[in-house]
């Protein structure tokens, strides 16, 4: 009898392991249940079964020369915010070396009359304790500005197909190409300054002799007459985007369902604004080079933006042009940060007829012609998902309770029933 309550104990143990068994198994298959749902959730965007699979094939054969895949868009949101950031950055600081010139006051790090990128650049490297630090951060940014543009021009983001391959070719491959290698050129003074003294920083960032040792001979002569077309063409574009308001048609501002009309007048205004400041920029640009070519004179120390830009700081109606071409700037740092919540990412066609034609799946919002559904879908699905796996994981925890909870119960009848057999 002495060994009864062993043998009965024995038979429940494995009764309770078979169970515990079961319960584990079955809360595997919850994880595994749990996964299939976030599966479903990726997956419920293009539909299911062969006809889905030839939908994406098909997408992803047209949109490698006319946008981006769907896989690909949340890198190119991504890119595109951050390099907007740093833009933004750049311009703003420009827009506050002008009026610190025109003031009079002095900034760090030799940045003092040297309002341009490359002034820019040295105010934040002579940033005490920090100022590598943020060069590097910037120097990412505009890294990130680079991609996004060089992406654009790779798959022609925003072509319309209202317009003509000409047009399209210059406002969605051209135009962001020659975009991405000014950047790389910026880019480039960033990294070389990260690893320089005040010194040579200062010295990376001036042009030296240029554009006056281009006007000794015909060949340069004839460089300068090109970059001072370059900058006129430049000029207009601003002009046409600052009076026409071409870029609003890029925002989530420009829908008739925006909510807050005071809020998108307020954009709209700052990026009219900052454009026209930027073809004040481009047009003294042009300017000095054409002055050069009639009367060549070194930029010295400092950038030709900047030799450009001061060469108004001599009389009061100088000053106050430049006073409103910083604050313009500074409007469009603002204005260039902003895009980053309201612009559309990948950039929509601006009539909303891509310039081709794609069949997405049965639940698919294509962004080119219909971005703001896109975003709303895109939100609609990452909320959707969100509560499902939190649902799932709810009920994982439901189940474990319940196995803990039996697991208990268990063990506190063993006890029970070796108690009654003593």
């Known amino acids: 009898m002495r060994f009864l309550p062993f043998s009965l104990n024995r038979k429940r143990s494995v009764h309770d392991n078979a169970q515990e068994e079961s319960e584990k198994n079955a809360t595997a298959q919850h994880v595994v249940d749990m996964d299939q749902v976030s599966n479903d959730a990726d997956s419920s965007v293009v539909g299911n079964g062969p006809a889905a699979g030839e939908n994406q094939k098909k997408e992803r054969r047209s949109r490698w020369t006319g946008g981006v895949s769907k896989k690909n868009r949340r890198i190119v949101r991504i890119f595109g915010q951050v390099g907007f950031c740093a833009k933004g950055l750049v311009y703003g600081i420009i827009g506050v070396l002008i009026l610190t010139n025109v003031s009079g006051q002095e900034t760090p790090n030799n940045s003092t009359g040297n309002e341009s990128p490359q002034g820019a650049f040295l105010l934040l490297g002579g940033i005490p304790g920090i100022g590598r630090p943020v060069l590097i951060v910037m120097a990412i940014g505009l890294l990130t500005y680079i991609i996004w543009r060089m992406w654009e021009a790779v798959t022609g983001q925003g072509s319309d197909k209202s317009f003509s391959k000409k047009k399209n070719f210059f406002r969605y491959r051209l135009s962001p190409f020659v975009s991405g290698l000014v950047y790389i050129a910026y880019t480039y003074y960033i990294i070389k300054m990260i690893f320089e003294t005040p010194e040579e920083q200062a010295q990376t960032a001036s042009n030296n002799q240029f554009p006056a040792s281009w006007a000794t001979t015909k060949l340069g002569m004839a460089g300068l007459g090109v970059v001072g077309v370059a900058f006129i063409i430049a000029t207009i574009t601003q002009l046409i985007n600052g009076i026409g308001g071409g870029f609003i048609r890029d925002l989530k501002t420009s829908e008739p369902e925006f909510p807050r009309k005071w809020e998108a007048l307020i954009v709209h205004i700052a990026g009219r604004i900052g454009f026209l400041a930027r073809a004040g920029v481009f047009c003294l640009v042009s300017a000095f080079m054409w002055k050069t070519l009639k009367d060549p004179v070194p930029s010295g120390?400092?950038?030709?933006?900047?030799?450009?830009?001061?060469?108004?700081?001599?009389?009061?109606?100088?000053?106050?042009?430049?006073?409103?071409?910083?604050?313009?700037?500074?409007?469009?740092?603002?204005?260039?940060?902003?895009?980053?919540?309201?612009?559309?990412?990948?950039?929509?066609?601006?009539?909303?007829?891509?310039?081709?034609?794609?069949?997405?799946?049965?639940?698919?919002?294509?962004?080119?012609?219909?971005?703001?559904?896109?975003?709303?879908?895109?939100?609609?699905?990452?909320?959707?998902?969100?509560?499902?796996?939190?649902?799932?994981?709810?009920?994982?925890?439901?189940?474990e309770d319940n196995l803990r909870r039996t697991q208990l119960e268990m063990q506190t009848n063993a006890k029970s029933g070796s108690h009654l057999d003593l």
């Open 301 to 399: 120390n400092v950038s030709v933006v900047a030799k450009s830009i001061s060469s108004l700081n001599t009389n009061g109606g100088g000053k106050f042009f430049l006073v409103i071409l910083g604050v313009g700037l500074i409007i469009y740092g603002l204005f260039a940060m902003s895009n980053a919540h309201y612009k559309y990412f990948p950039t929509p066609p601006p009539n909303r007829t891509p310039e081709r034609d794609v069949e997405l799946g049965e639940h698919g919002v294509d962004p080119d012609r219909d971005p703001q559904g896109a975003e709303e879908e895109m939100q609609r699905m990452k909320k959707e998902k969100k509560e499902q796996k939190k649902a799932a994981l709810q009920g994982l925890k439901t189940d």
